[in-house]
């Protein structure tokens, strides 16, 4: 059974950095595709960084490249994503996704076919 479990959410001033972690079982976080998605408060789930099966290159939304970096540990079979100088938009509840299916594949930062989210972490940028 594929399971995902985020940590590393917590209170930051704006400018600040985090790195969140997304811890794995049940799939081996190389073979599969995998993204990391944000819902703020009052708004659509949104795909924010995206990672092809089999590959560790990653895909973003514009508005965050540059600031965001999507990576995983094989070993640890722990995904991560890494915020740099954070705004208060992008105070939301953060969650990352796997998809099962051979045939995912990343549509810009969207990992279309994901099926398996975790219950996510909060980050709120807040002065």
């Known amino acids: 059974q594929m399971q995902l479990v985020e940590s590393g959410g917590g209170l930051v001033q704006p400018g600040g950095s985090l790195t969140l972690s997304c811890a794995a079982s049940?799939?081996?976080?190389?073979?599969?595709?995998t993204g990391w998605f944000r819902q703020a408060p009052g708004k659509e789930r949104e795909a924010i960084a995206c990672?092809?099966?089999?590959?560790?290159?990653?895909h973003y939304l514009p508005s965050v490249q540059g600031r965001f970096t999507f990576s995983k540990d094989n070993a640890a079979n722990t995904l991560y994503l890494q915020i740099v100088s954070l705004k208060f938009e992008d105070t939301a509840n953060y969650s990352c996704?796997?998809?099962?299916?051979?045939?995912?594949?990343?549509?810009?930062?969207?990992?279309?076919?994901?099926?398996?989210w975790g219950p996510g972490t909060q980050v709120t940028v807040s002065s």
């Open positions: 049940g799939f081996r976080v190389s073979d599969y595709g």
């Open positions: 996704a796997v998809a099962p299916s051979s045939a995912a594949f990343c549509l810009g930062p969207l990992i279309v076919g994901a099926e398996h």
């Open positions: 990672i092809n099966p089999k590959s560790s290159t990653a």
